[in-house]
């Protein structure tokens, strides 16, 4: 059974800051999603991952992907405030018609 | 192009009623998606839809919910009756067909409150 860690849950940080979202699965999979969800709105797509050692960049945030690793990272650069929202990784189960299988979702505040 | 819309943004409504949820997906595509998500817990499957036929209803609760798509546009998602359980905010996605990445486009949800 396909099981998906975010890390970490919550996350405060200042503006200019850089961090790092942590996204771990448990079985192999070669598709995950990375989404933006702000309050009260629709979960909004980020970045689609599709093989080993995808990297890819949209302004600030950058996703990467480690399928031997098991392991999806969004690095946040220079934080600004209107990146506050909570962040969902989301991976296809490929043992289950590519079902997606989320992760609990990382809030981010930042702190101008 | 219009993006998936949700109908209602919210209900309110005490147990042992029905409830019914509609989603309409981005024209053209194929495959739609119900996903729950409760308080406190992760979004969860609940079905898949291609077109008209359920591909996968997998991850549906139990047989008080009925989902439908007749014609393969819009959809529903029925709770007959609602239990206290099923609270919570009802996600629908869409995809194309044939995309190499399947990448899903969320509506804004439907918060499902059973008193």
């Known amino acids: 059974e396909l099981k998906v860690e975010q890390n970490p849950l919550f996350l405060s940080m200042q503006e200019g800051k850089n961090y790092t979202i942590y996204c771990n699965y448990s079985t192999t999979s070669d598709r995950l999603y990375w989404y933006r969800q702000d309050p009260g709105k629709s979960l909004e797509s980020l970045f689609v991952l599709l093989s080993n050692g995808a990297v890819k960049q949209e302004g600030r945030l950058m996703a990467s992907l480690d399928t031997k690793a098991r392991l999806s990272t969004l690095h946040i650069t220079a934080a600004v405030h209107d990146l506050s929202a909570t962040y969902f990784c989301a991976v296809a189960d490929m043992d289950s018609n590519y079902q997606l299988i989320w992760g609990a979702g990382t809030k981010l505040i930042i702190k101008p | 192009e219009a993006g998936v819309t949700q109908f209602p943004s919210h209900s309110v409504i005490e147990k042992g009623q029905t409830v019914t949820l509609r989603c309409d997906p981005i024209s053209g595509h194929d495959n739609l998606y119900w996903y729950r998500r409760v308080m406190g817990k992760e979004i969860k499957f609940l079905l898949h839809f291609v077109k008209e036929s359920k591909q996968d209803e997998s991850g549906m609760p139990n047989n008080r919910f009925l989902a439908e798509r007749t014609g393969g546009t819009y959809s529903t998602l029925k709770v007959q009756p609602a239990e206290l359980e099923d609270s919570g905010v009802y996600f629908c996605?869409?995809?194309?067909?044939?995309?190499?990445?399947?990448?899903?486009?969320f509506g804004p949800g439907t918060r499902l409150t059973v008193l």
């Open positions: 996605a869409s995809s194309r067909s044939f995309s190499l990445n399947n990448e899903q486009f």
